[in-house]
């Protein structure tokens, strides 16, 4: 099943303030689904449970901030340390048609590598999580300001200078490295976040094998999962995706976010231009849980308010508790998704 997406371009909300919505066709579907969801589903977190992931929590974490940290994802970066660790992974398409990983941590720690920068997309995500710890390496000063007037608690490099340091095996720029009790131990604030997803057991959807997803520019990155019964085995361009440890990337849950990406007007050193996702708005969703994929949508009315997902009843959807990788996937240009 293709489903390709040609998109009206509309202006994303940069700050935490900021409030918009876009104009989206919606992608052509190849293949129905039959969508339902648990009786009464609910985003209350029960006492005991980390609400990032839906699982039982220890009590030294359940209460802590979340921390986003930015993990680069270019060929040169992989393996990254942490990746495997973090309750929920956010990957954005940057410059060129590469992505990057926004990776939230709440109840696990982890060694965190490479580090590196922020970009116009994490704002309207991070916004919405209750002033939440944000690691990265830099941004350029358009993006800098948007950071730094952001609900958020800033533990960067300039920040944070002592949380950090430099892997000499690794050439630079994708040898900056920290561990999420360094960059706990920085800063205070915060608060605990709110549940992203609605939790539980989900029923119907229509069996799945896999998905296929592409981010293309410049270069295209090539993304595949495939069920394996326990979780969604991640391959990149080819070859399978394993973290710092050896273990390859298998999250319970996967989201394909249909996103509308548009020229920010920067330009990066090479001069290509630099994509923003239009997170505040709506689109169509999948959602890939248990060897199953459902049909659905997103929305989200401010920068500040948590992405609302939901089947294609309209009912909240509900998904395996777990680790979840969020695709943000194009719905103009280059990208497609495929669910097999």
């Not at 997309?121 to 690691?135: E, G, N, R, V, W």
Request: with cysteine; glycine share 10%; hydrophobic share 35%.
């Amino acid at each position: 099943m293709r489903r390709t997406a040609i998109i009206l371009v509309a202006l994303a909300c940069l700050t935490a303030s900021a409030a918009c919505s876009s104009k989206k066709k919606s992608p052509v579907a190849t293949k129905s689904s039959t969508t339902s969801s648990s009786a009464s589903p609910s985003t209350t977190v029960p006492p005991g449970i980390s609400p990032l992931t839906g699982l039982p929590g220890t009590p030294a974490t359940l209460d802590r901030p979340a921390l986003i940290v930015k993990i680069d994802n270019a060929p040169r970066a992989r393996p990254q340390a942490g990746i495997n660790k973090a309750d929920v992974v956010v990957e954005e398409m940057v410059e060129g048609g590469i992505t990057r990983l926004a990776s939230v941590f709440q109840s696990t720690d982890s060694p965190v590598e490479p580090v590196r920068s922020a970009r116009s997309t994490d704002i309207a995500f991070a916004s919405a999580l209750h002033k939440p710890l944000f690691a990265y390496s830099g941004a350029n000063p358009t993006f800098l300001s948007l950071v730094r007037s952001a609900p958020l608690v800033d533990v960067g490099v300039e920040k944070q200078p002592g949380a950090y340091h430099r892997d000499s095996g690794r050439p630079m720029p994708y040898n900056l490295v920290s561990s999420t009790s360094a960059l706990y131990a920085t800063a205070s604030g915060g608060s605990r976040p709110p549940a992203l997803f609605t939790y539980g057991t989900p029923t119907g959807g229509t069996p799945a094998k896999g998905i296929d997803l592409v981010f293309a520019d410049i270069v295209t990155t090539h993304i595949t999962y495939t069920w394996n019964g326990q979780g969604w085995l991640r391959v990149q361009n080819g070859t399978p995706h394993v973290d710092a440890a050896g273990t390859q990337v298998a999250p319970t849950n996967v989201v394909v976010q249909f996103t509308e990406y548009h020229d920010t007007g920067i330009r990066d050193r090479s001069n290509s231009p630099v994509p923003e996702g239009t997170l505040v708005g709506s689109g169509d969703a999948w959602f890939f849980t248990g060897g199953m994929v459902f049909k659905g949508h997103w929305s989200k009315s401010s920068a500040s308010s948590v992405t609302t997902y939901t089947d294609a009843s309209g009912k909240p959807m509900v998904l395996n508790p777990g680790r979840t990788w969020i695709e943000l996937t194009p719905s103009n240009g280059k990208g497609s998704a495929t669910a097999q």
